[in-house]
């Protein structure tokens, strides 16, 4: 970010392009807040951004963050992991300094967070929204686990979903083979950040994927 002025350029450049004034985008795994303040400043003081980050350290710079650029009147840092179920996760910490790498507990790691999770449906519910311009998600192979809660157990069906797709490093639920018809039969198309039409033997660039909403 230093070095270029942002992490993921092409899919910063996307997130922002999906965002309108006065709209609600979720920042699930908001890490320091680059894509949360960059949402910021596109919903304006109309709009509202969800930013969860659970790791304490990493919290504490996104607050920062939020304050130093002025959008603490439109973004709301949530401290609660999303889940499939409400309920207590023990988190592994990773060593200082290794931002963005907080997950579930190995059984052999004294280095512990205990926090209590929730669903994405009580957090809309809680948070009163009832409609989403975008979803990002970050978080550390959960991804689509989180997305299928969503489609399963809510009614909230962001327009647009961006979420990180790495099978060489996570195993998911979801085979890459399936993962076109999946989100087809949720009323998503799913594509590349370059806009292309997804399919299982292309280069993911910057190892992210956009699932675009095409019905109600």
């Known amino acids: ?15 922002q392009s999906l965002i309108g004034s006065g709209e609600t985008v979720i920042d699930l795994g908001a890490n320091v807040g680059q894509y949360s303040i960059a949402a910021a400043r596109m919903v ?7 930013a969860i980050e659970p ?9 920062d963050n939020i ?8 973004v709301l840092p ?3 992991p999303l889940a499939d179920a409400t309920g207590f996760i023990e988190f592994g910490l990773p060593e200082a300094g290794a931002l963005g ?3 579930p507990r190995r059984p052999d790691e004294t280095r512990r967070l205990l926090t209590m999770a929730v669903t994405i449906a009580e957090l809309a519910d809680r948070l009163d929204i009832a409609a989403a311009a975008v979803m990002k998600i970050d978080i550390e192979g959960y991804d689509l686990a989180i997305i299928d809660d969503m489609f399963r157990n809510s009614v909230l069906r962001p327009r647009h979903i961006l979420f990180e797709y790495l099978p060489s ?5 979801i085979a890459a083979s399936h993962l ?6 949720f009323g998503y198309e799913l594509l590349t950040i370059d806009g292309i039409r997804y399919s299982p033997e292309q280069d993911v660039p910057e190892e992210n994927l956009w699932a675009r909403r095409i019905s109600a």
Do not use: N, Q
Not at 67 to 74: G, Q, T
Not at 169 to 173: I, K, S
């Open 1 to 15: 970010m230093f070095l270029h002025g942002s992490y993921e350029p092409k899919s910063l450049a996307l997130f």
């Open 101 to 103: 790498t907080m997950r």
């Open 55 to 63: 790791h304490p350290g990493v919290c504490f710079r996104l607050l």
């Open 67 to 74: 304050r130093l650029s002025k959008v603490e009147d439109r």
């Open 169 to 173: 490093r996570f195993d998911y639920a």
């Open 44 to 50: 304006g003081p109309a709009g509202r951004v969800i």
């Open 180 to 185: 076109t018809a999946y989100f087809s039969d």
């Open 78 to 80: 949530v401290t609660s």
